[in-house]
């Protein structure tokens, strides 16, 4: 006899079942969560960075990419660990699974990174694009072009940790299934990873609030000495070479912190809600 198929759940219903999680697991799963995101803070990572303020010449100095790479490992290991403990496996027993599963989620995180950082890349151009050339909401119109694409490949990957771990299955067959799951209900996953989402920008903003009053202050400067005098393109060179000469604020304020430590609640709560809604759509496959 064929087993009943098991009804997938409402998004609702998805997101209470993460926050059940996500608030069972903070005596004994966060803590790994919130050691992993520290060590972003620690002299190891020195000296640290952002996607707004890391100097990108640090990546070709090895003893940068070794630092970032060992950081990289102990992440992936404490995660793995996480989200072994969230099946109900206790951290004791999950360290095993979470080593094994370190080169898949290194290398999937990385994959998954660049592609929704060069779309990130892609759309604040758009928008700085037309905002210089049409105005400001002629540059949040443009930044749809790519934001869309973008959004779509950040739900299709954003479940890939999980097969990962959980499936003992390797980078890029995580990303694989991610997509192949996330495409069974694209609306709904699209909609319970939202929310996450936005906690996670959130503790973001926290966390680069002096890059990003920087940026944008630059920014409406330069948006305004456009619309007095137009622009050339030895005047965009010369405006762009004095944005990049001015200092970034040093990362050590009181909320970057505050910042860090938020942005490892947001990634519990992300895991929670991504399991829950992993673990609906492998039990409606398989019923």
């Not at 496996?89 to 660049?114: D, F, H, K, N, Q």
């Not at 390797?170 to 906690?199: D, H, M, T, Y």
Request: proline content about 6%; hydrophobic content about 50%.
């Amino acid at each position: 006899m064929n087993a009943m198929p098991h009804p997938p759940k409402s998004v609702g219903q998805v997101l209470s079942e993460g926050w059940e999680l996500f608030i069972a697991g903070l005596p004994t799963l966060f803590p790994w969560v919130l050691v992993a995101e520290l060590l972003q803070e620690t002299p190891l990572a020195n000296p640290p960075g952002s996607i707004l303020t890391t100097d990108l010449s640090l990546y070709g100095q090895p003893d940068y990419l070794v630092r970032a790479l060992l950081i990289g490992v102990l992440q992936a290991l404490f995660y793995g660990v996480a989200v072994q403990g969230l099946t109900g496996t206790t951290p004791g027993t999950a360290w095993w699974p979470g080593l094994r599963a370190v080169p898949s989620v290194l290398v999937g995180y990385i994959c998954y990174e660049l592609i929704v950082a060069m779309g990130l890349v892609f759309t604040f151009a758009f928008f700085m694009l037309g905002m210089f050339i049409i105005g400001l909401l002629g540059g949040l119109v443009l930044c749809i072009v790519p934001l869309a694409p973008t959004a779509a490949a950040s739900t299709a990957l954003a479940l890939f940790i999980f097969p990962a771990v959980l499936e003992r299955k390797g980078p890029f067959a995580a990303l694989g299934e991610s997509s192949r799951l996330a495409k069974r209900s694209w609306v709904k996953v699209s909609l319970v990873i939202s929310v996450p989402a936005l906690a996670l920008l959130a503790a973001s903003v926290v966390t680069d609030l002096t890059s990003i009053r920087h940026s944008l202050a630059t920014g409406l400067d330069l948006w305004g000495r456009a619309q007095e005098s137009g622009v050339s393109m030895e005047q965009a060179d010369s405006l762009l070479a004095g944005f990049k000469a001015e200092p970034a604020a040093s990362r050590y304020e009181l909320w970057q912190v505050v910042g860090t430590v938020l942005g490892a609640f947001a990634w519990w709560y992300t895991l929670a809600v991504c399991y829950a809604q992993y673990r609906d759509l492998k039990a409606s496959e398989e019923g």
